[in-house]
């Protein structure tokens, strides 16, 4: 089993609508959460970090964690064109490292 | 701009040279990273200083070298590369405490390396 899994896509969605992005890992005692937007041929940028259960809002983004489920999200409202990129989830795991999975494809059609 | 830097950003090298890739941040931060990212493959962690402490993937093979001379600085010692080594190399920062929830990475913008 992979410690950090991702849909790797593409998920394709329609502007202005909400794109939903999941990622499951396997480290219960994960206390650190991170998703990264990585545009082609770019290096990734930080979305949105989470450490505690339930919803953490800021802008269009929010992240969702469930750690009993060992399932954390990010949702964005009303996608943009300029949303189109792969997602990448982080978990910081028990060995003091953070692991990535594959990574989710999201596209956004006009 | 994340306040960390690398250099080169593109690198191409044959087999037999000995190159080394430079990542600087400029936050303050007291644990360094490498990670390799390869088409298709997710992001791979190569190596960590972090308080000190200096953790590696025990399935990075030993012609890469880091080394941490601050915890400003950071270096990649490559010799005797593969083509299979060709990739994106990233460096990122973050500040850790001990036994602490671990406080978000910022990556610098990698160098693009191409084995020969």
């Known amino acids: 089993q992979k410690e950090v899994e991702q849909n790797s896509g593409p998920l394709s969605v329609p502007e202005g609508a909400i794109a939903s992005l999941n990622c499951t890992y396997s480290?219960?005692?994960?206390?650190?959460f991170f998703w990264y937007r990585q545009y082609s041929g770019k290096s990734p940028e930080l979305i949105m970090s989470?450490?505690?259960?339930g919803d953490k809002e800021d802008g269009r983004f929010t992240a969702q964690l469930n750690k009993a489920s060992q399932y954390v999200s990010l949702l964005i409202r009303d996608s943009q064109p300029s949303d189109s990129a792969t997602y990448l989830c982080g978990v910081y795991s028990s060995a003091s490292k953070i692991i990535f999975g594959s990574g989710t494809r999201l596209s956004i059609r006009p | 701009e994340t306040g960390v830097t690398q250099t080169p950003r593109h690198l191409v090298m044959g087999m037999t040279n000995k190159k080394s890739l430079k990542c600087e941040q400029h936050l303050g931060h007291n644990a360094m990273y490498w990670y390799k990212q390869s088409a298709k493959k997710p992001l791979e962690l190569m190596f960590v200083y972090s308080l000190e402490e200096r953790v590696e993937n025990n399935s990075v093979p030993s012609r890469f070298s880091p080394e941490c001379p601050n915890s400003s600085h950071l270096f990649l010692h490559l010799h005797t590369l593969q083509p299979e080594d060709s990739a994106l190399y990233l460096c990122?920062?973050?500040?850790?405490?001990?036994?602490?929830?671990?406080?978000?990475?910022?990556f610098g913008p990698g160098t693009r390396l191409l084995v020969l």
């Open positions: 990122a920062s973050s500040q850790d405490r001990p036994g602490g929830v671990m406080k978000t990475q910022y």
């Open positions: 989470i450490y505690s259960n």
């Open positions: 480290d219960r005692v994960s206390q650190s």
